[in-house]
């Protein structure tokens, strides 16, 4: 199985980039953030000639997450336990071919002095509980998506610049680490530990792009069952590169059999 992850920055004003992606790199299941629509108006029409269902879930204007596949998806749910009042979409997850399979939005949390950082590490101890409960039951599963944790100094061009972001405060990557220790595998760093400047992510501002200053922030973790079947993890910078661009690049994960 050949899972994708993208935050697309809007699939509206990306949907060229997204569909030439796509018909070229052929995934079973499309991940994507960021969508920046409301579910009903998402244009799922496009994607059935790629043979994709779309799984949508949407707000106005910002967020929004979807799984787009070409397998049945059963038993969705569309938001992350723990916080019922929380109404941003940032989650959806069903189980397709055997796993279960979510695209997450995990909060940007900047400025850092504002409830946005709070509000960002309660997000990721729910995901923890989460992972704890899926992993009680023996489910396998792939989290993807755009996690906005920079995991090490060697995922970002100016780590000591970085340093007080919360993408890339002490807390940020402490509560990303707790996960990881709950026995998740995260699968870019398991099959390439010394990459550098392996980033996924480039500013619009400062010449970000030309000049390879970039973030390694979308990440796929996979539970002990599907991190045995871990084939390969690989970044597509190309995407990056073009016309009316997503500041984000595509993440593919493959499974084995």
């Not at 709070?118 to 992972?131: C, D, F, G, S, T």
């Not at 940020?172 to 398991?190: D, M, V, W, Y």
């Not at 996979?222 to 993890?233: T, V, W």
Request: aromatic share 10%.
């Amino acid at each position: 199985m050949k899972i994708a992850t993208w935050n697309v920055n809007s699939v509206k004003a990306r949907l060229p980039n997204v569909l030439s992606w796509l018909n070229a790199a052929a995934p079973d299941v499309v991940l994507l953030q960021e969508i920046k629509c409301e579910t009903a108006s998402f244009p799922a029409l496009e994607f059935e000639p790629l043979g994709y269902r779309v799984h949508a879930v949407g707000q106005k204007s910002y967020n929004g997450v979807a799984i787009l596949s070409r397998l049945p998806v059963e038993d969705l749910i569309e938001r992350l336990p723990g916080e019922p009042e929380d109404v941003q979409a940032r989650y959806v997850e069903g189980t397709i071919g055997g796993l279960r399979i979510a695209s997450l939005y995990l909060p940007n949390g900047n400025p850092v002095g504002s409830e946005k950082y709070p509000y960002k590490l309660r997000w990721m101890e729910r995901l923890k509980a989460h992972v704890g409960e899926l992993l009680a039951r023996e489910v396998p599963f792939v989290l993807g998506g755009d996690y906005n944790v920079i995991p090490a100094p060697e995922d970002v061009y100016d780590p000591e610049g970085w340093s007080g972001d919360a993408l890339f405060r002490r807390e940020t990557r402490e509560k990303f680490r707790e996960i990881l220790n709950l026995g998740l595998t995260e699968a870019f760093r398991a099959l390439h530990p010394a990459a550098r400047h392996a980033y996924t992510f480039w500013d619009y501002q400062a010449g970000a792009w030309p000049r390879d200053l970039g973030l390694r922030i979308d990440h796929f973790l996979l539970s002990p069952q599907a991190a045995d079947r871990l084939a390969g993890c690989t970044i597509d910078r190309s995407p990056r590169g073009q016309e009316k661009a997503s500041d984000h690049t595509p993440v593919l994960l493959d499974l084995a059999d």
